[in-house]
């Protein structure tokens, strides 16, 4: 518990300290013109209230993220306390509040734009479609996976016709009609449906939280947290899934995710103060990691600790959603539980329709489409419905997961060289970004040889090696251009 309680209140006191010290470093002022005024189009560029914005924003960058990767990542032990903290304090809040100011500074421009600025052309290019293929994996993991919680608990008579990817006609149907609800949210003005459903969802995750919180403060006695004694690897299969980088991938959105960073234009449209940024960016973050730290501190309290948490992973075939439900409702009762599980299947949908709006939004930054016109966002969109619908039928769920953790990581990897940049750019300390950059270059370039076994490797040390390596020439490269950003900086 002691554990548990410092990290908790490490994370609330970031808020107020290392957030308020990145304020400045961005130079917020609230007297600054911002694009929801200057831009604004009755789409995307909306003025809305801060609080909206702020639940908007928690439920774009949370997904099943905070909840699913976070009882997974308790499996690796109380280590993973020491991940959500750390990472989501000096990683994960900085690199979303500073990659959100940067967009509310360059007219809500999306994400691939705004490294191409700090990066280079050839880093834009790649960014486009990197960005754009997240979104559609983001979009199609958060379709089908919420397809199947909902068709196993409503107990749907089965027609036992299997279909793609042994699919079946119950989860078929009802993928179908999220998809109709994403079509929607994607094409139709912010407003409509975001802002005005988003935030009572918002606060329906919050709360989930603050129920499992009560449940772990006041019935101690019952579920014991684990402390954080050493850094050993407690999951299962340590020799396979080392640490670095396994865990620092199973655990983003608790702790860092470059999906966060595609998002936050989107929010940046409808700020009406730069005052806000510290709250709807590095707060909703903040907030993410409370929300994953209570979720695997209860994982590991609730089966009496990490092997029981491993052993119930393994009994479960590693269903997360299973674990959700088992807990809610031995902790809540089986009302409270329902009310869990549909919090979880709105966090995925809530995730994905916003994977496909920015999606929309990045090409049509790259085409030059004004979005005023209904049908030119028709245009834009309906060939991300289709690719996701592609992956649906085509790739099995491990295989989409898979892509997603490396490609979520590597964006987050790219955003926080932008950020260093940036920071060169406008003579501001460089290593709030730059040691960031380097942690995850590296958990990038390493989880590439670790998993891929035909090296044959006895173990991972070559892995790490090859990791290093690679790592080292991206550094150099970047390297040069950040001394020569900061000298050019210097001479002005």
């Given at each position: 518990m002691i554990t548990f309680i410092i990290c908790l209140t490490a994370l609330i006191a970031a808020y107020f300290t290392y957030g308020k010290y990145l304020e400045r470093v961005c130079d917020i002022d609230e007297k600054n013109p911002v694009p929801s005024k200057t831009l604004y189009d009755g789409v995307d560029y909306i003025p809305m209230p801060r609080w909206k914005i702020f639940l908007i924003q928690l439920l774009n960058i949370a997904g099943l993220g905070p909840i699913f990767g976070a009882i997974l990542g308790a499996a690796y032990g109380p280590v993973a306390f020491l991940w959500i903290t750390l990472g989501g304090i000096f990683m994960g809040a900085m690199h979303?509040?500073?990659?959100?100011?940067?967009?509310?500074?360059?007219?809500?421009?999306?994400?691939?734009?705004?490294?191409?600025?700090?990066?280079?052309?050839?880093t834009k290019h790649f960014m486009r479609i990197a960005s754009v293929l997240l979104m559609v994996l983001v979009g199609a993991v958060f379709m089908s996976q919420?397809?199947?919680?909902?068709?196993?608990?409503i107990n749907l008579p089965s027609l036992e016709i299997p279909l793609f990817n042994g699919m079946s006609i119950e989860v078929f149907i009802i993928l179908f009609i999220i998809l109709a609800y994403y079509i929607l949210a994607t094409i139709l003005p912010i407003n409509k449906i975001i802002g005005r459903i988003y935030p009572v969802f918002g606060l329906t995750l919050l709360i989930m939280a603050a129920g499992i919180l009560f449940v772990l403060l006041f019935h101690s006695d019952k579920y014991t947290i684990p402390e954080l004694t050493s850094l050993?690897?407690?999951?299962?299969d340590a020799e396979k899934m080392p640490i670095i980088p396994m865990l620092f991938t199973t655990i983003a959105c608790g702790a860092i995710s470059g999906f966060h960073a595609t998002q936050s234009p989107m929010m940046a449209r409808c700020i009406t103060s730069e005052k806000q940024s510290?709250?709807?960016?590095?707060?909703?973050?903040?907030?993410?990691?409370?929300?994953?730290?209570?979720?695997?501190?209860?994982?590991?309290?609730?089966?009496?600790?990490?092997?029981?948490?491993?052993?119930?992973?393994?009994?479960?075939?590693?269903?997360?959603?299973?674990?959700?439900n088992i807990i809610s409702e031995q902790t809540l009762g089986h009302t409270v539980s329902l009310f869990v599980i549909l919090g979880v299947i709105v966090c995925a949908i809530t995730s994905g329709d916003t994977a496909y709006r920015?999606?929309?939004?990045?090409?049509?930054?790259?085409?030059?489409?004004?979005?005023?016109?209904?049908?030119?966002?028709?245009?834009?969109?309906?060939?991300?419905?289709?690719?996701g619908l592609f992956i649906i039928f085509a790739l099995p769920f491990q295989t989409i997961w898979s892509y997603f953790a490396w490609m979520n990581q590597t964006l987050a990897a790219i955003t926080l060289w932008c950020i260093t940049?940036?920071?060169?750019?406008?003579?501001?300390?460089?290593?709030?970004?730059?040691?960031?950059?380097i942690i995850m270059t590296y958990v990038c370039s390493s989880y590439i040889f670790i998993s891929y076994t035909m090296l044959g490797m006895s173990n991972h040390t070559l892995a790490y090696i090859l990791g290093g390596i690679v790592s080292a020439a991206i550094i150099s490269i970047i390297g040069i251009k950040i001394y020569k950003v900061r000298q050019k900086a210097l001479d002005k």
């Open positions: 979303d509040f500073i990659a959100g100011a940067i967009s509310l500074k360059n007219n809500g421009l999306s994400l691939p734009e705004i490294i191409g600025k700090y990066l280079g052309e050839s919420p397809a199947e919680l909902i068709a196993s608990n050993r690897n407690c999951i299962a510290r709250s709807i960016f590095y707060g909703a973050m903040i907030s993410e990691s409370i929300i994953a730290l209570i979720w695997a501190a209860i994982a590991m309290a609730f089966w009496g600790g990490v092997d029981g948490l491993n052993a119930a992973i393994a009994e479960y075939g590693g269903s997360a959603a299973r674990l959700v920015c999606a929309r939004l990045i090409v049509a930054d790259m085409l030059g489409v004004a979005q005023q016109n209904l049908s030119k966002r028709i245009v834009v969109s309906f060939p991300l419905f289709v690719m940049v940036y920071l060169a750019e406008k003579r501001k300390p460089i290593i709030i970004g730059l040691i960031p950059a």
